[in-house]
């Protein structure tokens, strides 16, 4: 599968700066490589690409192990705000990074409109 990294970075930056309150986004692969991103200066796309596999495999083994059954999201919650781990098919999952102001129905709004067009740019 041929993957336009810059279409995704595109979709992020639009997602980024177009909804309140998000700081930073990323795409990565299952396995940890960073697919694309739009993340705070100071981040490093690799290590927030591993980081984010290791906490889908985690979600997963837990949700297996809990009879939970698929994971749809994984959401970790913080002092300066949260982090919400979104599978986006077989071969991507979208990370976003947001502050404790955000409204968490318009953001998972936004995710979900965000989801279906990196979707389209991942066929």
């Known amino acids: 599968m041929a993957i336009n990294s810059q279409k995704l970075g595109h979709i ?5 700066t177009a909804t309140p309150d998000v700081q930073g986004a ?3 692969t299952p396995d940890g490589l960073p697919l694309a991103s739009s993340l705070p200066s100071g981040m490093d796309d690799e290590r927030v690409s591993a980081m984010s596999a ?3 495999s985690l979600g997963e083994r837990i949700g297996k192990e809990l009879v939970r059954g698929a994971i749809d999201r ?3 919650e ?3 705000g949260f982090s919400i781990l ?3 098919g077989e071969d991507a999952v979208f990370l976003v990074l947001a502050s404790r ?3 968490q129905g318009v953001l998972m709004l936004e995710i979900k409109r965000t ?3 990196l979707k389209s740019a991942l066929l």
């Open 12 to 16: 992020l930056q639009n997602f980024v």
């Open 26 to 28: 990323a795409m990565v």
């Open 54 to 56: 290791a906490m889908l």
């Open 74 to 76: 994984i959401y970790v």
């Open 78 to 80: 913080g002092d300066e």
């Open 86 to 88: 979104t599978s986006c």
């Open 101 to 103: 102001a955000a409204k």
């Open 115 to 117: 989801l279906a067009e």
